[in-house]
């Protein structure tokens, strides 16, 4: 499923590397742990999110997971694509405002959401599948739907 990983010989090859990995960022004074995720969630994600088959993605989806599974109160804000941010503004009605603003504002209102109560999480989102979910209930396309829209993607997959 993920090709990059053909270079280990098998499960415990690759498992042994991240242990070490894990152990390396450790001794450097990071806070690291190994997460256990389902693949099928990994690749259900990836498909609703366009991210890469690669292990980057992998240990993005991993962090996801532990914050989702370990936090009592969290909330997702939804990445867009500069393609997607187009596309997102056109189907809201809106004038095709800079990304750079939108993003400006949407780390803002991050910035103000995180707290020791409350974690935040980011996760990209593929304008068609948001669009559809808002067709499919009749709604307007919106930076709080689109937000609710991660969370419910994200709650289905690894909560």
Known sequence: ??????GYSDYRDWL??????ALGLSAAGA???????????????????GEPCD????????AITLIVRRSGAWRAFATLSAVDFRAYRAAAGLEPNSRRGWLRRRR?????????ACAVVETPVRIENFLDWCESLKQAPCDSSLDRYARLLLETLVG
């Open 1 to 6: 499923m993920i090709p990059a990983l053909a």
């Open 16 to 21: 042994d590397a991240r242990e070490g990995f």
């Open 31 to 49: 806070e690291c742990s190994l997460i256990c995720v389902d693949l099928t969630s990994f690749a259900a994600w990836r498909g609703m999110t």
């Open 108 to 116: 803002a209102e991050r910035a103000a959401a995180a707290t020791p």
């Open 55 to 62: 292990e980057t993605a992998l240990d993005a989806f991993a």
